[in-house]
């Protein structure tokens, strides 16, 4: 009885929900310089990678949790920045909702032509909200992401730079889970 017990503990206890790698596409529209002039729209490509472990079920779903990294190319493809960090969320049958944060650095100013606050993305927050929709391995997401140093929310901790409205941004996106 006790063998047959430990042979099928794991087919009993079971969760439809599993530890998942996702890779991501993303494409949108950033917000450079939030409270200063000129206002600028640029366009932004993203790949997104993320390992979320299911670690507690929640109702008819499942709250996850775990690293993610993200490659970028913001103010119109010219400026690379890459970020890190945690990321988690909730899955209930094909949604999923997450939430990422993390740190943030790009390997230049973005509209550092004469531009005093012009830092928004150097060594900032990167944080980030996604909606996804799962067809088999593959899925689709919206969502809003934004880097800063904090300031606005007393929150920078560097004191490098003394203005940094940082970016805001909408993004739309396709990936596929392993």
Excluded: W
Excluded at 70 to 83: E, F, S
Excluded at 94 to 99: D, T
Excluded at 118 to 126: K, L, P
Excluded at 154 to 170: A, C, K, M, S
């Amino acid at each position: 009885m006790l063998v047959a017990t430990t042979v099928f503990t794991g087919t009993a206890i079971a969760e439809p929900y599993v530890t998942h790698t996702d890779l991501e596409l993303r494409v949108g529209e950033d917000y450079l310089c939030g409270s200063c002039d000129p206002r600028r729209y640029r366009t932004s490509v993203q790949v997104f990678v993320d390992r979320l472990f299911p670690i507690r079920r929640m109702g008819d779903g499942v709250i996850e949790i775990g690293p993610y990294v993200k490659g970028a190319l913001l103010d119109g493809g010219h400026v690379p920045q890459i970020a890190g960090g945690v990321i988690g969320g909730y899955r209930y049958d094909r949604y999923e909702i997450v939430v990422n944060v993390g740190l943030a650095y790009a390997t230049e100013q973005i509209g550092s032509l004469g531009s005093e606050d012009s830092s928004q993305t150097r060594a900032t927050y990167d944080l980030g909200l996604s909606l996804r929709y799962d067809i088999d391995r593959y899925y689709l997401s919206v969502g809003y992401k934004h880097n800063s140093n904090g300031e606005d929310f007393g929150l920078n901790f560097t004191r490098t730079r003394e203005q940094n409205p940082g970016i805001d941004g909408v993004f739309a996106g396709v990936g596929i889970r392993f």
